[in-house]
């Protein structure tokens, strides 16, 4: 007789089981204790963009349940809408969408996508996929060999993918300029000297997130940094994906991060906000010229997921991206997401273990420091960023744990405040009362270990 486990579940913290949920509202969740907390962190992994129990998309959901959840056999209606409405929602000459189900499968697509291009275009050898240091695209391996993650890395060595990775424009501890405001863009040039170093024949694409989340949250790259990436990208015939998986859908305050730098993108890929965790749903957006290269060529991107594309996930989707648009929830996160920054900054910037608060929009991010002077982070055993988050947790109040540590000399202890983009000034000053009182309480603890 087999004697019954605590818990089957494989879950990702061998050693300490996450809490169980129990129900959400809004931006509230209750756990099966009973505690109520303020969503901050958009369920934890920045998913929830239009909150909870939505009953505009409960209704679009079950709708579509009744009539089809899965025909793989044809195109459905909800998928050609959702698609037109991405369509008109991406930046000008992005006007094509592939359907998968989350930010990782998206990514794989998106590099599957540039290889593809190259070869219907004549240049076979062009396949590695560029990526930076400090970046996150998915668990994937493919993605994961363009992460540049080292904690998400080191157990799975060697990639099966050997992609060259360029210093990000991590301004707070830039490796090329002392100060942000003397930005040289070497940070860009280093994509520059990564092609050249490989070889421009042998590159196909370029691959970054526009404000960096899990790896680095809210890191902000200098305003030109990526229009002198997309010269560097066009003089080698390189493609430039954005990954927008946690930027996008309006989180920034603008319908996709990259907008912020006035610059085109080949490629977006999209998940989390796009279906506000109510269906897995993820997209690749991409151009008509390089949809066509594709089709015009061998007739077919050889390439998809059973799950792509569903009536149900596109159905959901179509319900929240109209929830945005309806409710002006970009806007909002423009504007109640600046407060959300200044608020931050206002209370716990001045902090001698606050080295930066940086991010757009509802996407914030903190560095925690030993010393500010030197920039010198706590020792990672001491974890610091997620002791904040956990006290901030017992105060009710979910944030966003980044990651603690050092890692090939880019260190730092870096957490985010995520909310869903539906936040109100009140639940800001909520939030920020509660991170305060955190990190002052927790600092005071690490000075007497
Ligand atoms: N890209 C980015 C920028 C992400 O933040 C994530 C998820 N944290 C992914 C890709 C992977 O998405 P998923 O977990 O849905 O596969």
């Avoid at 579940?9 to 505690?35: E, I, Q």
């Avoid at 050249?196 to 526009?210: C, D, H, T, W, Y």
Wanted: a negative charge; charged letters at 20%; glycine letters at 10%.
């Amino acid at each position: 007789m087999k004697t019954k486990a605590q818990t089957s579940v494989f879950h990702r913290d061998l050693v300490n089981t996450p809490k169980m949920v129990s129900h959400a509202d809004g931006v509230h969740v209750w756990d099966a204790d009973g505690n109520q907390y303020l969503d901050a962190s958009s369920g934890g992994n920045v998913v929830i963009s239009i909150g909870y129990g939505v009953e505009k998309v409960i209704d679009a959901m079950t709708e579509q349940a009744r009539k089809v959840s899965f025909c793989g056999a044809f195109t459905s209606e909800p998928q050609e809408a959702l698609a037109q409405q991405l369509a008109e929602f991406a930046p000008n000459g992005l006007d094509k969408v592939r359907f998968v189900s989350g930010g990782s499968e998206a990514n794989e697509t998106a590099i599957k996508l540039a290889r593809h291009y190259h070869v219907e275009s004549g240049n076979s050898e062009k396949y590695k996929i560029v990526g930076r240091w400090r970046s996150y695209h998915g668990n994937t391996l493919g993605a994961l060999s363009a992460t540049g993650h080292v904690l998400r890395r080191k157990n799975y060595l060697p990639m099966l993918l050997p992609f060259p990775h360029a210093a990000p424009p991590y301004q707070y501890r830039c490796q090329f300029c002392s100060e942000r405001s003397s930005c040289t863009l070497q940070c860009a040039d280093d994509v520059e000297r990564l092609i050249l170093n490989e070889g421009p024949e042998s590159v196909a694409a370029f691959i970054a997130e526009p404000i960096v989340g899990a790896a680095a949250m809210g890191m902000v790259a200098d305003p030109k940094y990526f229009s002198r990436v997309r010269e560097i990208c066009d003089k080698y015939d390189v493609l430039l994906i954005v990954d927008e998986v946690l930027s996008g859908m309006g989180r920034t305050g603008a319908n996709f991060a990259i907008e912020h730098w006035n610059t085109r993108p080949d490629i977006i890929t999209c998940g989390k906000g796009i279906s506000s965790g109510y269906t897995p749903l993820g997209a690749v957006i991409t151009t008509n010229e390089i949809h066509d290269a594709v089709r015009i060529g061998s007739g077919a991107f050889e390439h998809g997921f059973t799950y792509g594309g569903n009536p149900l996930s596109c159905a959901v989707g179509s319900a929240v991206l109209t929830y945005i648009q309806d409710n002006k929830l970009v806007e909002n996160a423009a504007t109640v997401g600046s407060y959300l920054q200044e608020r931050v900054a206002q209370e716990i910037g001045g902090l001698d273990i606050v080295g930066e608060v940086s991010g757009k929009g509802m996407l914030c991010g903190i560095e925690i420091v030993a010393d500010r002077e030197t920039k010198e982070p706590f020792s990672p055993e001491i974890a610091i960023a997620t002791r904040i988050a956990r006290r901030t947790q017992e105060l009710g109040v979910l944030i966003n744990p980044s990651f603690s540590g050092n890692v090939d000399g880019y260190r730092g202890d870096r957490f985010g405040i995520c909310p869903p983009l539906t936040f109100t000034r009140e639940q800001v000053d909520e939030t920020v009362d509660a991170l305060g009182r955190a990190v002052r309480e927790v600092r005071e603890q690490v000075r007497f270990e």
